[in-house]
């Protein structure tokens, strides 16, 4: 089991900076690459970014790269998406969710059904 605990959501300006953390106690979180997605207003969830097990890889979707950059402390067992020139487009419910690592590449990336565990969400809201 691995129980997944988002943080850091809130209210942030157009043009402003924020960063969310998932935490894990689980000893299996090695065993995962991490991903958010988030799911806005009347929007279906979809993918954000996500980082290899071992952080060498990181992996955006075209809405946020250049923008947002995904990383983790497995010391700390800990994902955190640093976002940037946050946009009114941005504001949603972000997840966190844990793949296994045997996917690799990126064909399961957006799929929502390859992902073992799952976050509550965080409501991150971006006033313009």
């Known amino acids: 089991q691995v129980q997944l605990v988002e943080s850091g959501g809130g209210l942030v300006q157009a043009g402003g900076s924020h960063r969310l953390s998932c935490t894990s106690s689980s000893r299996a979180w090695n065993m995962y690459r991490m991903a958010w997605f988030r799911k806005g207003p009347g929007k279906e969830r979809e993918f954000v970014a996500a980082?290899?097990?071992?952080?060498?890889?990181?992996y955006y979707s075209d809405s946020v790269k250049g923008r947002f950059t995904i990383s983790r402390d497995n010391d700390k067992k800990t994902a955190y998406l640093q976002m940037d020139s946050l946009q009114s487009d941005d504001t949603a419910v972000y997840f966190c969710?844990?793949?296994?690592?045997?996917?690799?590449?990126?064909?399961?990336?957006?799929?929502?059904?390859?992902?073992?565990?799952w976050g509550q969400g965080t409501q991150v809201t971006v006033s313009s």
């Open positions: 980082v290899s097990w071992n952080g060498g890889r990181t």
């Open positions: 969710a844990a793949q296994p690592t045997y996917y690799s590449g990126e064909d399961y990336l957006p799929k929502i059904d390859e992902y073992d565990y």
